[in-house]
């Protein structure tokens, strides 16, 4: 459309209304694993976990992925190297931490306490939707594009004017001959 809804120009409520919706299947699959994962429950229930998890991961990391690029336009790499450097680390330190949480709490009460972590966690997307441009004011990247983008578009401006006002100066040569 022309011109363009408000709400496309603003970063959160284009990407992260995703993740927003995959949070919650995420949490309600680790709480459904945790707490059908029984012997006297039939294999294929906690199996269908699986479901909502695999779909609220893939929101949630489409999501914030896309907000993640949105945001940091030009410092998206960068950004996204932040992002990918922080899961790996957390995709290396958990499987240290899966055995003995399993051993000491069990299976209902491991799948719990991931689930309530997710709980808290999920709620990230819904914070930068509330405080998202707040947020993004105090990053440095964030400034430094804002910078840029201001410089950019004030170029743009000159170069608007400039050729208005050689237009109108042909109009009046025309004129004149």
Not at 9 to 15: A, F, L, P
């Amino acid at each position: 459309k022309s011109p363009r809804p408000r709400w496309t120009s603003i970063e959160e409520y284009v990407r992260l209304p995703l993740a927003c919706f995959g949070g919650p299947l995420f949490v309600i699959s680790l709480f459904w694993l945790g707490w059908t994962a029984r012997p006297d429950i039939h294999w294929i229930v906690p199996t269908l976990s699986a479901l909502p998890f695999g779909i609220g991961f893939l929101l949630i990391f489409m999501g914030e992925l896309n907000y993640i690029v949105d945001a940091y336009e030009v410092f998206a790499a960068s950004a996204m190297g932040a992002a990918s450097c922080s899961r790996s680390i957390f995709g290396v330190i958990l499987p240290f931490a899966a055995k003995p949480m399993y051993s000491r709490l069990g299976i209902n009460w491991a799948c719990s306490l991931l689930g309530f972590l997710s709980l808290v966690i999920a709620l990230i997307p819904f914070v930068f939707i509330r405080f998202g441009d707040r947020i993004r004011a105090k990053s440095k990247f964030c400034q430094q594009l804002r910078r840029e983008k201001e410089e950019k578009e004030a170029v743009e401006r000159q170069r608007r004017e400039s050729r208005a006002g050689v237009q109108l100066l042909s109009a009046d040569v025309e004129k004149q001959v």
